[in-house]
């Protein structure tokens, strides 16, 4: 079975200053997607960045970028120039490509600081 | 926002009562699934259908009965539910495999 771990429960974050949130997970195997999903206080969870495994290059979408280990297993979000409206929950998840089930991490409470 | 709805946004039943949850997806996907979303616990897989069939039932109570009458509707029926059962119920819908998912905006329930 898939697992993905996210080992920080909450972080803080300086509004304008960088934060990475780290992502671990589990697979035997090969071909795979990773996401990083956002969930504001009482809002609805939205897609923030995707990576293929077959990919080497990082995804990068604005301020978010992704730094992708496939090896280490390994699938950490980088935000940068954090803005207030960037406080909410952030899980990680993971798909196996011929499979309809997504697995999530348990996720992190990001907080910016104005 | 408004790619995937869900009503209620908000149920509060007793644990005899029989309610039902609606989920409503307008972006021509054609797979559906409902998570459980409990406080400190990562989100967990109900059901899933794809094409209209389930194709995933992962060990989830007979107290809890899905309907996918067409590709843009999906249902969750529920009956004599306990009180562990409160928590977010979120409904998604994406392309088959391996495509991202779009979630709803969820329903509380609240089981007395």
């Known amino acids: 079975a898939q697992t993905v771990t996210q080992s920080q429960p909450e972080m803080s974050v300086q509004e304008a200053e960088t934060v990475t949130l780290s992502c671990t997970y589990d697979?035997?195997?090969?071909?795979?997607?990773l996401f990083w999903y956002k969930q504001p206080p009482s809002r609805q969870m939205i897609l923030v960045i995707r990576?293929?495994?077959?990919?080497?290059q990082n995804a990068t979408e604005n301020r978010f970028s992704v730094n992708f280990q496939k090896a280490a297993k390994s699938f950490s979000l980088k935000i940068s120039d954090s803005q207030l409206g960037d406080a909410a929950m952030y899980f990680c998840?993971?798909?196996?490509?011929?499979?309809?089930?997504?697995?999530f991490g348990a996720g992190t409470r990001l907080t910016v600081k104005p | 926002e408004t790619g995937v709805t869900q009503t209620p946004r908000h149920l509060v039943m007793g644990m005899t009562n029989k309610k039902s949850l609606k989920c409503e997806q307008h972006?021509?996907?054609?797979?559906m699934y409902w998570y459980k979303q409990s406080a400190k616990k990562p989100l967990e897989l109900m059901f899933v259908?794809?094409?209209?069939?389930?194709?995933e039932n992962n060990s989830v109570p007979s107290r809890f009965s899905p309907e996918c009458p067409n590709s843009s509707h999906l249902f969750l029926h529920l009956h004599t539910l306990q009180p562990e059962d409160s928590a977010l119920y979120l409904c998604?819908?994406?392309?088959?495999?391996?495509?991202?998912?779009?979630f709803g905006p969820g329903t509380r329930l609240t089981v007395t």
């Open positions: 990576q293929e495994a077959y990919k080497q």
């Open positions: 697979t035997s195997e090969s071909d795979y997607y």
């Open positions: 998840a993971y798909r196996a490509y011929n499979n309809n089930d997504m697995r």
């Open positions: 998604a819908s994406s392309q088959r495999f391996p495509y991202e998912q779009y």
């Open positions: 259908y794809s094409l209209e069939e389930r194709v």
């Open positions: 972006l021509g996907h054609n797979a």
